[in-house]
């Protein structure tokens, strides 16, 4: 079986487009996933992770704070696919790429749409930073998933995707 992860081309902008659609229904129209990705693939950073040419999966990077820092967006596994480690070989993928570019961090926000967390039990009107310390994953939030890659949550925007709907903002520094 022939894997492999490479930056994405212009012929990749399709099937990303339809990977992104499928995770994020409720975020992406078709047209919406195709004007994302072009929009990535042509100015940013994007890697996908080609098994018997098809594309399983991909990564971007878009530039902010004058290039010291990437936001890590978005990342997407085709769901035949996950559990696999293909998420993980894309993040260290994508933190070679920037690290090779000079780049000193990589941030994420990870939506708690679906009240998977326990940031979004009830409104976050107390301590903050008690709230992130006693953090709850009740129905498999990728938080997780970014802090076994390193990364940590170094804040919370409440509300911003509705009542008691937080986005969970996490950094990672990079090893250059």
């Not at 902008?13 to 919406?32: G, M, N, R, W």
């Not at 704070?65 to 894309?90: C, M, N, S, W």
């Not at 939506?111 to 006693?134: A, H, M, V, W």
């Amino acid at each position: 079986m022939i894997k492999v992860i490479r930056k994405a081309t212009l012929n990749d902008i399709q099937s990303c487009a339809k990977l992104l659609e499928i995770a994020f229904p409720h975020a992406y129209t078709v047209d919406e996933a195709m004007t994302e990705i072009e929009e990535l693939v042509n100015n940013q950073v994007v890697l996908v992770y080609d098994l018997e040419n098809t594309v399983v999966g991909f990564i971007g990077a878009i530039e902010q704070y004058k290039g010291f820092t990437y936001e890590l967006h978005p990342l997407v596994v085709d769901k035949a696919y996950q559990y696999q480690g293909i998420g993980k070989q894309l993040v260290d993928a994508l933190e070679q790429s920037l690290v090779s570019r000079g780049i000193y961090n990589v941030y994420l926000g990870t939506d708690d749409e679906f009240f998977q967390t326990s940031l979004s039990d009830k409104p976050i009107d107390g301590d903050l930073f008690e709230s992130i310390k006693t953090i709850k994953n009740y129905r498999k939030h990728p938080y997780e998933f970014y802090l076994k890659q390193g990364f940590k949550i170094v804040g919370v925007i409440p509300d911003a995707n509705g009542e008691c709907k937080p986005d969970i903002i996490m950094a990672k520094k990079l090893k250059r």
